[in-house]
């Protein structure tokens, strides 16, 4: 398993609520090993989402002293041919999901998460605890 994990905006969503305790224990032992990585994607949904000022500048906060990845121009066209492959079998998987699988491809990262559709995107290595 590799030592480099991006988590999905759905499990950051229950690691903030705080409302599975598995999940919160889970992300908290990431944290405390230096293993999560954070990306624009998941760094745009989880803080447009937040409605108070201080938390979502506490949680800016936080997310800024991860490591941080970007995508490159093999990431995207990397997600493009994925994207049309997928879309040929009938598979639709949304932008961001595919743009934060190819970060996790072109970065070797694995990913957290709970959206069941990231199990058909090849290539992608789930988290699992």
Known sequence: MTNKVIVDTCVWI????????????????????????????????????IKDPQVREKIKNDFEALPYIEMNQDAWLWAASTNKSLRSQGITIPPS??????????????VYTIDYHFSSIPGIILYKP
């Open 14 to 49: 229950e690691y903030l609520r705080g409302r599975n305790p598995e999940t919160v224990d889970r992300v908290t032992k990431l944290i405390h090993s230096n293993s999560i990585y954070m990306c624009g994607i998941v760094l745009y949904e989880i803080l447009q989402g």
């Open 97 to 110: 999901d595919l743009f934060l699988a190819s970060l996790a491809k072109n970065h070797s990262c694995t």
